[in-house]
């Protein structure tokens, strides 16, 4: 059975045969972070696919991922295209490099997730607490609960690990 419900007023569907966003999200809605792990070639993935991207086999098991990385990349969104976002403006949509599987299978490779950048309780940052996030500041997983069955994994700051002295941010005005 799909799922259908709204985020900050958005509609969110997952169609019954998406089977594996369908799984993803199920341990999501339970606050934990599952990816599938491929059985022949031993490599995680993300998004969830129904073959594996390094050796194309279709057999996989969902093992649990400690979900903590750094910020790979980031857009600072100034003017939201969804009304219900406009409240929340400036926000953050990061690009994080997982600290697991990192570098493989080749250096330049890493599982990278995106989400916004929220509270540990899964709200929208404020705006103190986006100036604070640029390249390289350590983030770890928290979820914002979208309805029965559905919550979206999203980044918050790890406070509990060394951060970089000054993570990489555009020129601010
Ligand atoms: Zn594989």
Same mark, same amino acid.
């Given at each position: 059975m799909g799922i259908q419900t709204t985020y900050l007023g958005m509609p969110l569907q997952l169609d019954d045969l998406d089977v594996e966003n369908l799984a993803f999200f199920k341990h999501c809605s339970a606050h934990n972070f599952h990816l599938q792990k491929c059985a022949k070639c031993g490599l995680l993935r993300y998004?969830?696919?129904?073959?594996?991207?390094?050796?194309?086999?279709?057999k996989s098991e969902w093992v649990p991922v400690d979900a903590k990385g750094a910020v790979h990349s980031y857009t600072e969104v100034?003017?939201?295209?969804?009304p219900a976002f406009k409240a929340h403006t400036p926000y953050l949509i990061l690009v994080v490099d997982l600290?697991?599987?990192? $570098?493989?299978?080749?250096?330049?490779e890493a599982l990278r997730v995106v989400g916004n950048l929220t509270?540990?309780? $899964?709200k929208l940052a404020p705006p103190d607490m986006v100036r604070k996030? $640029?390249?390289g500041t350590r983030v770890r997983m928290v979820f914002s609960d979208a309805g029965p069955g559905l919550a979206i994994p999203q980044w918050t700051i790890d406070e509990g690990t060394k951060q970089p002295d000054k993570p990489w941010r555009y020129p601010q005005e």
């Open positions: 998004p969830p696919t129904t073959a594996c991207p390094w050796c194309m086999s279709p100034h003017h939201a295209i969804q600290d697991t599987q990192k $570098g493989k299978p080749t250096e330049h509270t540990p309780d $899964g996030v $640029g390249i």
